[in-house]
């Protein structure tokens, strides 16, 4: 084969052999000679025919570069779904479906469901590497879907409770040492072992899962380390646990490691590390954006669209729950240190006030000075709480109107209403749309019987917090008493959709429906009453009254004798169940009733002669004459006693018969003489008015005269005669209604989160917790 040099003169030049020896030639243009090689070398041979195109192949044919000629492409070959391979595909592909289930059914918290699943693909899992070990084929095996599915499956007893098996599974992938970083997961066996209160094997699983993760990894040795400390606390070893916090706080500051470690200053009594920890605390950074970012600051429309777009998003919703969180801490931790790091607790509130206005939360400095009053509160200080709310008047309006708040639920518990109603007043001016203003105002206006006016109030307080629960309750008194009652049932019904174990306002509804004469709904409320309210004796009473009053005496019956069993004072539920064993002949056992009725009541002889005519009807005759002869002795002047007296000594022929008979005639007669003498009262004043209705002025003052004595005369006809107790008149009958309005609404420091649940045995409630809308 001989060389062609395109570009050059062949006639020019001989055709040299590529075996033979080699001159190098210029080209006709005098351009040296293209892959031109030494003299002595090889020269490889060329390609003479250009790659992949040809002008003679298909001469004459049309333009097809898609190839559309030549027909449509052959099916596809279909899969051998019999073949070795694709049965083991298949089942690691059912493997992993059946663990990302298992994951989705935790996230929804059924987590009975994650764990079957996770059981089934553990079988499964199991059923592949045996699949793969038959084929020959085991260095295939797939160590991560092995690992996925154990740690799954962990993970799930854990969440179920069954922390043996979690251990289990957790020691199987830890032991294997073909699964890298699996020492990662002694962090879980530690929380298992903290659930468990295994405290000692906790930190010692810690430690072990600490040693084996590097210091790149900063943040995971930080939480473990955190985890270290709460273990240290919950074995009382703070001193341990102040050495771990510490070093968390010098490496890596966070709100709750710098509250723990105040709490544990506090453990050990050390009061200038409290306070140092304290200003530890207040200083450490959130990393949040300031909320003015999220203000429009120009009229630019597409910025505006973005900080409207990010104003509420998820990321703003963290940084906001991080900040209330921190507030949180540092309000509960100045409750906590301040009575402590001082001489008085009101220098040490004073302290705190001063370091937190020198930090980046200076709008908690008011709310502390509020919670300042709150403990003189506590402490029965009411004169220092009061002046503390008063010097609030002068600032700013949010502060003075939850200061005024206060200070009108203070003079309202001490029933100086109009004291109450000012403050009120204050808090509606400094602030109108505060809800717990308005409801105070309306309570003040309650009081006074001026129903509307208050309903009005409680209204608005809903208008601006449609959540206030406790403006809705008192609406719904409000409309009761107005005898609204379908609109108080309306209020009543929405406050249960919020409150729905809340039982005074099923017992409210329970109430209004007996009003409404719908005793059946009013049995149903109350019986949901005693499900939330088991032992309330009122309740049971009440649910007694209903059944009875539907002739269902076996009913009534069992809830009378409930009530009795967890009140065993109230009187009219004695009367009842006394009345009921008379009626039902059975005298010896109403015996034990009216004798706890004559304790209550020993002035009030109607329970003593009640207890003699029951041996009376028993037929122990003997203990009712010792019964009467000791009504007499006391109520010497009582009438039916000494009848009864006579009528035994009759009976049993006593020789006293003739001396109690004596003594009956003798107060007989002075009775008459006292009705007598009741009877003349009465003419001379009906006489009197006579006189008194065509007389001079002096005669009008006459009869002034004779209607006082009138009057005066009813009162004593009201009250039992002079051979009567005072308490012979009907005892007044227990309310068990709450139909009193809740009261008013104590403010305490917004500081828009609720008590820690677990942190600490340290966090302080407020005062009037339960009055405050949240």
Known sequence: MTAKFPGTAIGGRPLVSSFGSRIPMASSMGRPMTGAVQEGAARPMTAVRAAGYSSSLMRGSTFDPLGQSKGPAPPLEAKNEDTAEEKIKILEKKVNDLIEESCMAQSIGAFQLALEKAKEAGRKERALIRQREASGNTEHINLDLTYSVLLNLANQYANNEMYPEALNSYHVIVKNKMFTNAGRLKVNMANIYFEQKNYPKAIKFYRMALDQISNTHKELRIKIMQNIGVVFVRLGQYSDAITSFEHIMTESPNIKTGFNLILCYYAVGDRERMKKAFQKLISVPLGIDDEDKYIPASDDPSSNMVIEAIKNDKLHQMERDLKVLAEKYIMTAAKLIAPAIETSFASGFDWCVDMVKCSQYVELANDLEINKAITYLRQKDFNQAVETLKTFEKKDSRVKSAAATNLSFLYFLEKDYDQADRYADLAMNADRYNPAALINKGNTVFVKKDYEKAAEFYKEALRNDSSCTEALFNLGLSYERLNRLEEGLDCFLKLHSILRSSAEVMYQLAHLYEQ?????????????????????????????????????????????????????????????????????????????????ATLIQPHYVKWQLIVASCYRRSGNYQKALETYKEIHRRFPENVECLRFLVRLSTDMGLKEVQEYATKLKKVEKMKELREQRVKSGRENSARGRREGSTGSADSGRSSSSSSKGERLSAKMRSLPGSNEPYEASSPKELDASYVDPLGPQMDRPKTGAKKPADDDDFADEDLGDELLPE
């Open 516 to 596: 409404l004469g719908d005793p059946q709904q009013a049995i149903e409320w109350l019986m949901q009453v005693i499900s939330a309210t088991p032992t309330d004796p009122h309740v049971l009473a009440k649910l007694g009254k209903l059944h009875d009053d539907e002739g269902d005496k076996s009913q009534a019956f069992q809830y009378y004798s409930e009530s009795f069993r967890y009140f065993p004072s109230n009187i009219d539920v004695i009367e009842w169940l006394g009345a009921y064993y008379i009626e039902t002949q059975f005298c010896e056992k109403a015996i034990q009733y009216f004798e706890r």
